[in-house]
Structure formats: structure tokens, C-alpha cells
């Protein structure tokens, strides 16, 4: 079976600090790897992805950044956090190939950042 | 563009009634939809999904929605609902593509009072 997994959990950070999220998965090789981003309340809104190692398109600016340095492993960082990256942070995978829009999520990590 | 309406921001029903959260779509394809909850602190998980076929599709834990094709519309439903019930619940759509991109409603919060 397929697990994902992100860490941390929980993060509270500082303005103009760096932020590194990693996301791996297990059991599922070559998925298509996604970051998603919530606000506090709201609707969640398609950051990054990935279909490839190495590859990693971006969809939203928000002065974040996205790497794939394995199959199994996604990273999402910054070097300076602003207040608004606060919220909460999702992995997720999906098949590759034909691709249906299916997504399957992880646990989250949520960013405060003061 | 795609787009994804929950009109209700908010539902509260009692314990043992039947439910309805309300959701439609902006697509001028053929949508792939999904419904999916998010439990307090939590990652999403699916509901239930549409492809084709079969226009009322079931889902897990007595949840099953209805593609209205003439309506734009993709309502989720549930005979009676439990407490445990309670939580955030998303409706999304997705076109065919490798990237799977997933456009997602802003959710409606479920408050079961027992």
C-alpha cells in the first residue's frame, strides 16, 4: 500500500527565516507529486508539481520554491518567510500516466509564521 | 476556465437527518468531479468520484452525490448523518491531463449537533 508522509507537522517560524516542508512516498514509484497550500479556512490552491524527478512546474507565485530530488521525495522552501505563507501545507500524489485528477493527500504541516 | 461553486459556506443539521451540500461546476468539457472532507488538522480525503457511466455515484460511509449534466451540478448527500460527520467538505473538478490540476471549491464546514 501507498503512504505519504510530511514533515513536520507543525512549524512556527519567523519572519525572513528559511522554511524547508519534504513530503516522501512509499509504495508508488513515479507518481506525480503535488503542493497544495491553505489558508486558515479556506479552499486549497495548486502550488507546485511535479511529473519527474528533477522537473517541477510552478502554477502559483508565492516566493516559494519546489524541488523533486527523488522519485519518492518532494520539497517545498523558501529562504525568507513572509506572514502570508502562513497556513496549511499539503503533499499529495497522483498517478502518472493518464492521469484522472484523483489525488491522494498527506497529513499536512501547518506554518505560523510571526 | 474551471471553476467550482459551494454556495453554503456553512451547514448545521441534527444527528439522524439527511443532508445536502450543494456544488457546482464551470467546465466546458467533460468534468471529472470529486468530493472530498477534511477532518480537523488533517489532509483530504476522497468521498467519492465521478467519471462517466452511472450518474448517482456512491462513496464511503453512506455518502453518495448525483452528476446533474443540464445543472452543472454535483450535490453530495448522506440519509443520516453522525457527529463524526462533522468536518469540511470540498467539492472539486479536474480535466483530463498529466497534470492532474484539481480546482476545489471553497468548502463547506458541517457542524452535526447530536
Known amino acids: 500500500a501507498q503512504t505519504i508522509h510530511q514533515w513536520p507537522v507543525a512549524e512556527i517560524k519567523a519572519v525572513g527565516s528559511p522554511l524547508s516542508l519534504g513530503c516522501t512516498i512509499k509504495?508508488?514509484?513515479?507518481?506525480?507529486l503535488y503542493w497544495y497550500w491553505q489558508a486558515t479556512g479556506g479552499t486549497l490552491q495548486q502550488l507546485f508539481y511535479?511529473?519527474?524527478?528533477?522537473?517541477v512546474e510552478s502554477v502559483v507565485q508565492l516566493n516559494l520554491s519546489a524541488s523533486r530530488p527523488k522519485d519518492d521525495q518532494f520539497i517545498l522552501s523558501t529562504e525568507k518567510l513572509l506572514l502570508s505563507h502562513s497556513g496549511f501545507y499539503l503533499c499529495?500524489?497522483?498517478?502518472?500516466?493518464?492521469?484522472?485528477?484523483?489525488?491522494?493527500f498527506g497529513e499536512g504541516s501547518k506554518l505560523t509564521v510571526l | 476556465a474551471q471553476s467550482v461553486t459551494q454556495p453554503d459556506a456553512r451547514v448545521t443539521v441534527s444527528e439522524g437527518a439527511s443532508l445536502q451540500l450543494r456544488c457546482k461546476y464551470s467546465y466546458s468539457g467533460t468534468p471529472y468531479l470529486f468530493w472530498y472532507v477534511q477532518y480537523p488538522r488533517q489532509g483530504l480525503q476522497l468521498l467519492l468520484k465521478y467519471y462517466s457511466g452511472d450518474p448517482v455515484v456512491q462513496g464511503v460511509n453512506g455518502f453518495e452525490a448525483e452528476f446533474i449534466k443540464s445543472n452543472s451540478s454535483f450535490h453530495l448527500r448522506k440519509a443520516s448523518v453522525h457527529w463524526s460527520d462533522s468536518a469540511v467538505y470540498f467539492c472539486?473538478?479536474?480535466?483530463?491531463?498529466?497534470?492532474?490540476?484539481?480546482?476545489f471549491g471553497l468548502g463547506t464546514t458541517l457542524q452535526v449537533q447530536p
Open positions: 472539486a473538478v479536474s480535466a483530463t491531463g498529466n497534470t492532474g490540476k484539481l480546482i
Open positions: 499529495a500524489w497522483s498517478l502518472g500516466g493518464a492521469d484522472t485528477g484523483q489525488l491522494y
Open positions: 509504495g508508488k514509484s513515479s507518481p506525480n
Open positions: 511535479s511529473i519527474t524527478v528533477g522537473q
